[in-house]
């Protein structure tokens, strides 16, 4: 994250407003007269949670100048969170309604109006399945890829049955303005999903890139080395990262986010560094030379501080190490002075992702590089176990006069344990930044 509290009151301020912006428009004008309470607040509950979810698609739609703000990271953390909280309110409208008059039942009565009652039980199914199909993608084994497209899609249904049952019912919205809002709210969300999943593969599509390289680094890693095809390349900030597509058209599903790993100065051949974990990842290897990939970015505020030059405490685990290779293989080929204390975790010593790169670095710059092996062998000398609060207590050093930036980048067991540690120590938010990295 790099934005100062001034612009996160704002956003937060912005998204409140937006969500509560339908009931200000409700009680706009000319309004009917209440049905009750729980009525009332079921309804409220529905308006606002079809609000939350049609910012969804705001969250990811990949925008460069939120993004570089807030940050990925924790833009989709708040988006997973934010949409269980969208999830419950839409489910608790019509179960409010019905616990509150029984008459609401009819709404699910295919008797009374079949369309409508099919219509809206698959919005209850489609809830239900977005929200199993998230938490437990991994456990039920679904494509990462698969779930991407699905999840756009059942959102994009929930969003429009949505709007079209606020028309129909019609009780707070029977003037022409109010629908009109909705209808243009509701296609302003429509819109930036087909941004992303249309418009900019198509502007993708003139600027393709080239896989000049697949290195096999440790740790069952791949670097794939990319060059621009009839383009300049990517300008890029180091630890910022990328959508990468291996396809001959950017329209593929397969569509994933990688950290650049190679210097900020070298925009003429970017590589991205990927381990073997997930669905996709674990074929990277198998790239040959010569296919066409595409990539959409940069992305990402996971990066340092270009005025300020201050000290950098990066600390990493396992392919973590990917966003925060980029800075360090940058700041060297700008000869950047300042000092630099890396600790990195790992399990074995000959999977060190980037191990010799990190030693010939210590000598090209002013940097100190603490490995931290949690299954040594037993001529290892170093730290052993995993990166905790004992151990960081013996070089991170209290805060003075924020002369410093901390970077944590890594598996969430690692994350949760660091970033608590760091505030715990008084070391201001702002100068802390995250990016947790997950199996995709």
Known sequence: MRYTPVQGIFWIALYLTLTILPIVVAYSGSIPD???????????L????LAMMGLQFVLTGRFHR??????????????????????FLILAHP???????????????PRENLPRALALVAVVGALVLIVVSTLWREALRIKYEWWRAGHGVLALFIVFVGLVHILQ????????WKQGIWVLATGAAMAMLINTRVIRPLQLKNHPYRVADVREERGNAWTLALEPVGHSGMSFTAGQFGWLILNDSPYSIQQHPFSFSSSAERPDLIEMTIKELGDFS???GDTPTGAT????GPLGAFVPDPEAKRDMVCIAAGVGITPIMSMLRTLADQGDERSILLIYGNRHWNDVLFREDLEELETRMNLRVVHVLSSPDENWVGETGRIRAELLDRYVSPPDDRTCEYFVCGPEPMMDAVEPYLRDRGIPLSDVFSERFKIV
Request: avoid cysteine; charged fraction near 10%; proline fraction near 0%.
């Open 46 to 49: 529905g308006f606002v949670g």
């Open 95 to 109: 179960v409010i309604l019905i616990l509150a008059d029984r008459q609401y039942l009819s709404f699910f009565d």
């Open 293 to 296: 990939a595409y990539l959409e």
């Open 282 to 284: 674990s074929t990277v």
């Open 66 to 87: 939120v993004a570089g703000t807030l940050g990925l990271d924790s833009m989709l953390q708040f988006h997973r969170q934010i949409g269980l909280v969208a999830f």
């Open 169 to 176: 019912v019609g009780f707070y919205v029977s003037n022409w």
């Open 34 to 44: 209440a049905r009750g309470f729980w009525v009332e607040f079921g309804v409220g």
